[in-house]
Structure formats: structure tokens, C-alpha cells
């Protein structure tokens, strides 16, 4: 909880101060997640993943993409790829396909989807863009959770996560369609129908972030992908629906409202 609270407090800090500081908190988040992740690689698969050009080129992606946008983010991630492919000639030839891949892999799941996060950031109203998809992302969570608690009974994907069921889904879209309805309208502007589908679109993205780390996890034989958080099991659990979820949102805001 007390992890929770602060994290949350650190992101509302930097928007409700200087905004810039928002792409730092995403920066530190990637840095730890990328590690993480590579970790869990190594770990559950023995896959050496070229940890310190994907570090470092997932940085680079971040920060880039505040001024240039999409084309900061896809010359770092083009960078990125080929430093990949050259530094894990340092490993020979046995693997190398596999490291490649998820080296690679990491990259784009989890800087390259981070960093459009980054770019909601960056107009005028960015601030409330940033709100938009957070408020999105966390209401989808505890409107499934609350769900799936008190009414859930036929799951949703059992092989993969067990807990997760229809009703926790129905609960999730239900609370993910009215908060994007309010917070559209009164933080950006946009019709509430555009709310309606912004919300609708973040659930679906968030659930299937959550499945995708689910099946991750159950392929590499983990229960949590680290313990950087202490209570909430590694940052890529807490992270897993927000990062395909901010490339969605980038998507749609852009689409529904026009930046100023």
C-alpha cells in the first residue's frame, strides 16, 4: 500500500509541477523494468538478453521521444536494434537467435510502449492526458478486482491466470467506461462518447497487458518477474497493463483531441 501511495504521489507531483518531470518517473520506471525483465529471462530460460544496449537504448528512447516524438522514439529503437545485434557477437554463435529475439523483444515491450507515456506528456495539455490514461488504467483494475472478488465465477483465461473472470471483466469495463467519459469531458475537452470508447479501449489493453505478463511468467516457470516493489511482487507486475495501455491512449487522445 505505502509503495502504491508513493509511486502515485510521485506522478502527481511532476504533473502538477514541472510536467517534464513526468518522463524522469517513466525513465526510472523503464530502467528498472528493463532490468527486471532480463533478469527474468536469465532466470527462467537461461536467455542472455544484451542487457546494458537495451538499458541504454531504452533510455534513449524515452528521453527522445519527449522533443521529437515519434521520431526520437524510432531512431533510438533502430539504434537500439542494431547495437543489439552487434554486441551479442561477444556470446558466439550458440543462442544467438534467441538473445537476439528477446533482446529485441524487450526493447519494444518495454521502453519502446513506455515511451509513448513520455509523449502524452508533451503538449500543452499533456498533464491532463497523462491523467486521462492513468485514471483509465487504474479504475479498469479496481473496478475488475472488485468484481472478480465478489462476483467472479467463470474464468477467463484459467491456463493463464486462474483468477481472472468474465465478471471481473464486465466489472473493469463498467468502471473503465465512466471514468473516461468524466475525465475526457472535464479534462480535455473531448465529447463523452469519445470517453466511452477511450474507456472501453484502456480495458481491453490493460486486461490483455495483464494476460500477456501472466503467460510470460507461466512460460519461464516465475511467480513475479522480480521484487523491486516490496509487496507487489516486481515492477512489471504493476506495470504489465500500463504499457500497452499508453500506447492505445497516445493513439486515441491524438485521434479524439487534437494536442494544443
Given amino acids: 500500500m505505502t509503495v502504491g501511495v508513493l509511486l502515485g504521489a510521485a506522478i502527481l507531483v511532476s504533473l502538477l509541477t514541472i510536467k517534464e518531470l513526468f518522463v524522469g518517473v517513466v525513465a526510472l520506471a523503464v530502467l ?84 509513448f507515456a513520455a509523449m502524452l506528456v508533451v503538449p500543452e495539455d499533456g498533464a491532463g492526458r497523462v491523467l486521462c490514461f492513468l485514471i483509465g488504467v487504474v479504475c479498469s483494475d479496481t473496478g475488475g478486482y472488485a468484481a472478480g472478488v465478489f462476483l467472479g465465477k467463470h474464468p477467463m483465461a484459467p491456463s493463464i491466470s486462474p483468477k481472472k473472470s468474465w465478471e471481473g471483466f464486465a466489472g473493469s469495463m463498467l468502471a473503465g467506461v465512466v471514468s473516461g467519459a468524466l475525465t475526457l469531458p472535464l479534462l480535455l475537452d473531448g465529447a463523452w462518447w469519445q470517453g466511452v470508447l477511450f474507456g472501453a479501449a484502456l480495458v481491453i489493453t490493460s486486461t490483455v497487458g495483464d494476460l500477456m505478463e501472466s503467460v510470460i511468467k507461466r512460460d519461464l516457470g516465475l511467480k513475479d518477474m522480480g521484487t523491486l516493489l516490496p509487496g507487489h511482487g516486481g515492477l512489471m507486475d504493476r506495470m504489465d497493463s500500463l504499457l500497452p495501455s499508453a500506447v492505445v491512449s497516445w493513439l486515441l487522445l491524438r485521434a479524439f483531441v487534437p494536442a494544443l
Avoid: C, H, K
Fill in 32 to 115: 528498472g523494468a528493463t532490468w527486471e525483465l532480463s533478469g527474468a529471462l536469465r532466470r527462467g530460460a537461461g536467455i542472455e538478453v544484451a542487457r546494458w544496449p537495451v538499458l541504454i537504448g531504452g533510455q534513449a528512447m524515452v528521453w527522445l521521444s519527449w522533443p521529437f516524438e515519434r521520431n526520437g522514439l524510432l531512431s533510438a529503437f533502430v539504434v537500439t536494434v542494431l547495437l543489439i545485434l552487434v554486441w551479442r557477437f561477444r556470446g558466439g554463435i550458440n543462442g544467438y537467435l534467441r538473445d537476439v529475439a528477446a533482446s529485441v523483444f524487450t526493447t519494444a515491450y518495454v521502453p519502446m510502449f513506455a515511451a
